[in-house]
C-alpha cells in the first residue's frame, strides 16, 4: 500500500485553506521547516516524551500538513500559541479543551499504558481486536480538534445530526466531532484514519482503521481500565452501520 500524497495536498487545500489569506502563509512554511516553527505556536515544558511524539507527528505527512494548516490559521487570526500539558488522571483519556492539549498516562515510549485501547476490525474474519493507544497518534488527534476550534468548524455536542441520543452511533463514536477527527466525515483528510495509514506504511505494518472512539471491554483484567468503555454487543450491531463513514480513507490508498 502507497499513500496517495498528491491527492492528500490537494484535498487539504479545497478544505482547509478556503482564504487566500491562510493559503499564502501556508505555502510559506516548507516542510523541513515545520518541526523547527512548532516552538512558536505550540508550548509545552521540554518533556522528552512529548517532544519525539511531535517528531514523529511532523515526520509524518498527515500530521505535518495538520500542524501547517493550524500555524497558517493562527498567524492569519494572530492567535496565541497552543499548549500541551501532562495530566495524571485515571478517569480521564486524553482531551482538548480551551487552547490546551491535555495528554494522560503513556509510557515512557511513548506507548499507551496497558489498558489504553481502541477498536479496529481484522478484517480477514471481521473479528474484533484491540491496539493499544500511542502518544503521538493522541496528540494528533487532540490537535485535530485544535484546529477545527481555530477554523470555526468544531461540531458541538448539542448539534449531532449522527451521532444523537439513543442510537448506536452515539455508543460507539460518542458525538460527530469525534467521529470527524477519526475518520475522513464531510471529506476531511485530516483524520486519525489518514494519518495512521501513514504511520502504518512508514513501520511497514498492517494498517487496522481505528472502529469507534471509546475501547475497552468489561471483562476480568480490563473493567474499567478505559474512561469510555464500549458495550461490545453494541459494537458488533453497528459495524455495518458504521461502514458508510469508514471508508473515507480508501481515497488516499494507492495498491
Known sequence: ?????KEFLEDVQEKHMR?????DAYAKISDPEVRRKLADFVKYDGNP???????????????????????????????????????HDPEEGSFYEDGVVYVNFYESNGAGKNGRYYFY????????????????????HE??????????????????????DETLFKDIWDDDEELRAICCVDNDPICDHCFDMVQSIMKSEL?????????????PGLAGCCPKSVDLSKFEDCINASEVFMNGWRKYSID
Request: charged share 30%; proline share 1%; hydrophobic share 40%.
Open 1 to 5: 500500500m502507497q499513500f496517495n500524497e
Open 19 to 23: 482564504e487566500k489569506s491562510e493559503s
Open 49 to 87: 516524551m512529548i517532544s519525539r511524539a511531535l517528531d514523529e507527528i511532523c515526520a509524518n505527512v498527515v500530521g505535518r500538513t495538520m500542524f501547517k494548516v493550524l500555524m497558517a490559521k493562527m498567524k492569519v487570526q494572530k492567535r496565541k500559541s497552543l499548549k500541551i500539558e501532562k495530566i
Open 121 to 140: 476490525i481484522k478484517k480477514e474474519n471481521r473479528e474484533i481486536k484491540m491496539k493499544l493507544k500511542s502518544l503521538a497518534g493522541s496528540i494528533f
Open 143 to 164: 490537535f485535530c480538534h485544535a484546529l477545527h476550534d481555530i477554523s470555526g468548524t468544531h461540531i458541538s455536542s448539542e448539534k449531532n445530526v449522527l451521532c444523537i
Open 207 to 219: 494498517f487496522r482503521p481505528r472502529y469507534s472512539h471509546g475501547g475497552c471491554i468489561d471483562e
